[in-house]
């Protein structure tokens, strides 16, 4: 059974590792990220209102197979979602989509909100297919000199009001 719980219910750490299990198919990212994933796990762990606000673990069957967090600094003109993650082990199966649209219905109970914007990569194929089945639409493509070895970024959105 897939349950939605609160960070704060995991250990510190449980971020950095799911991020490190979910882009293990290409050793660059661990290299290129390693420090950013810290800091991010470090962040939301030290700032357990946000976490609690602005992100959760997806678990199946009492084990957390993933997570997803959103940055509403932005608001009303839109929110952003930051990492979307499944453990390699899990992909396929549809539960990075029932994450997504969790986050989805989350997002979308903040007032007068007018999109929801996400960044992915070329690599991501997978990705990609997941925002475009909840209804993200690709806005554009551009130049990604960052990490060109994941392709260029990929822009989605979902407009909810003009």
């Not at 198919?25 to 609690?52: G, R, V």
């Not at 673990?57 to 952003?80: A, C, F, K, M, Q």
């Not at 554009?140 to 003009?162: A, H, M, Q, S």
């Amino acid at each position: 059974m897939i349950e939605f719980k609160k960070t704060i219910e995991f250990p510190k750490g449980t971020f950095y590792k799911q991020l490190v299990d979910a882009y293990s198919f290409n050793d660059n990212c661990k290299k290129t990220w390693n420090d950013m994933w810290n800091e991010y796990d470090e962040f939301f762990y030290s700032n357990l209102e946000i976490a609690e606000k602005c992100s959760f673990i997806t678990v199946l069957d009492g084990i957390p197979i993933g997570h997803i967090s959103w940055d509403p600094r932005n608001r009303p003109d839109y929110v952003e979602i930051g990492h979307n993650c499944i453990l390699t082990k899990y992909k396929g199966n549809g539960y990075g989509k029932l994450q997504l649209q969790e986050a989805i219905r989350r997002i979308k109970e903040y007032d007068d909100l007018k999109k929801i914007i996400v960044t992915t990569n070329e690599i991501t194929f997978s990705a990609q297919k997941n925002y475009e089945s909840v209804g993200f639409i690709k806005v554009k493509k551009r130049v990604n000199n960052e990490t060109p070895f994941l392709g260029d970024y990929i822009d989605y959105e979902i407009i909810l009001k003009d």
